[in-house]
């Protein structure tokens, strides 16, 4: 009751923000909260505390892209990052494993850049 106006219609539109997260969590493909393969309350909660941790490591990287001046949506994001895979070459006479990300588009390079992965594909 003791809100401005301007700031429960700001708080009104940001709320998208936190049910896109609860969608999140939900999807299957992304961090699936359900279904959950424990039974006792332990593991129940070492479950939500993994899903949770990673939500916050997923909004970390979205914030990581805004900074970057990156304007992709979070399941832009997930999916451009999905599609980098990663191949390990060995050669037949030698004893190291060489590592290379496959061609990346236009976002996927940029993403690749702002998040350094390409350290990890050497």
Same mark, same amino acid.
């Given at each position: 009751m003791t809100l401005k106006t301007t700031e429960v219609v700001r708080i009104y539109s940001s709320k998208n923000i936190i049910e896109e997260q609860f969608? !999140?969590? @939900?999807?299957?493909? &992304?961090?699936? =909260? /359900?279904?959950?393969?424990?039974? !006792?309350? @332990?593991?129940?909660? &070492?479950?939500? =505390? /993994?899903?949770?941790?990673?939500?916050?490591?997923?909004?970390?990287? &979205?914030?990581?892209?805004?900074?970057?001046?990156?304007?992709?949506?979070?399941?832009?994001?997930?999916?451009?990052?999905?599609?980098?895979?990663?191949?390990?070459?060995r050669m037949p006479r030698r004893k190291e494993i060489m590592s290379k990300l496959t061609r990346l588009n236009e976002q996927q390079r940029v993403l690749a850049n702002a998040f350094g992965i390409r350290k990890y594909a050497k």
């Amino acid at each position: 009751m003791t809100l401005k106006t301007t700031e429960v219609v700001r708080i009104y539109s940001s709320k998208n923000i936190i049910e896109e997260q609860f969608k !999140t969590l @939900k999807n299957p493909y &992304v961090i699936s =909260f /359900t279904p959950m393969w424990c039974w !006792t309350d @332990k593991m129940i909660r &070492v479950h939500a =505390f /993994t899903c949770v941790m990673a939500l916050l490591f997923l909004r970390l990287l &979205v914030k990581d892209a805004r900074e970057n001046k990156i304007n992709l949506s979070q399941s832009q994001i997930i999916e451009q990052l999905k599609k980098i895979k990663q191949t390990l070459l060995r050669m037949p006479r030698r004893k190291e494993i060489m590592s290379k990300l496959t061609r990346l588009n236009e976002q996927q390079r940029v993403l690749a850049n702002a998040f350094g992965i390409r350290k990890y594909a050497k």
